[in-house]
């Protein structure tokens, strides 16, 4: 899911309304937000290959998200839509509850992954950023770091 200028327009185009006056965008980026369990994995493909004789297979994947950092703000939206635009806000918090974890090389060093740490939270947030957005996923991280 390359992160082109046309969807960084249309992703600011969907933020710009929900901001604050005097708030301004930092970075715009895609990621796959979440973890699958190896558990529901299987599950899921038991019971696809059952339901249609062995014809189709199922994968389950984690949430693709766009991401927009704010100097406010951290904002989540719906890229798992039909036509490829930004959907519907998913997630909204402030900025000063949320740090990102030192990044490290995902699968076959394609892709960049980061653990999102949210004050109150028991579980983080794993983030993985495609091989186009991998550069804004350490921005991101960079921006989020824990303060110690």
Avoid: H, W
């Amino acid at each position: 899911m390359p992160l082109n200028a046309g969807r960084q327009r249309q992703t600011f185009e969907a933020v710009t309304p929900l901001l604050s006056e005097g708030e301004r965008v930092e970075l715009i980026t895609c990621a796959n937000v979440g973890s699958v369990s190896v558990r529901r994995q299987v599950a899921t493909a038991v019971v696809v290959g059952l339901a249609s004789a062995g014809t189709l297979m199922a994968a389950v994947r984690p949430r693709q998200m766009y991401i927009v950092l704010t100097d406010r703000r951290l904002l989540f939206f719906d890229a798992s839509t039909s036509t490829g635009k930004p959907g519907r806000v998913l997630m909204d918090f402030s900025r000063a509850y949320a740090s990102a974890g030192v990044p490290s090389k995902g699968m076959f060093g394609l892709t960049l992954v980061t653990e999102l740490a949210l004050a109150g939270q028991d579980r983080g947030l794993k983030l993985v950023f495609p091989t186009p957005c991998r550069s804004e996923g350490r921005q991101l991280a960079e921006s989020l770091a824990a303060r110690t």
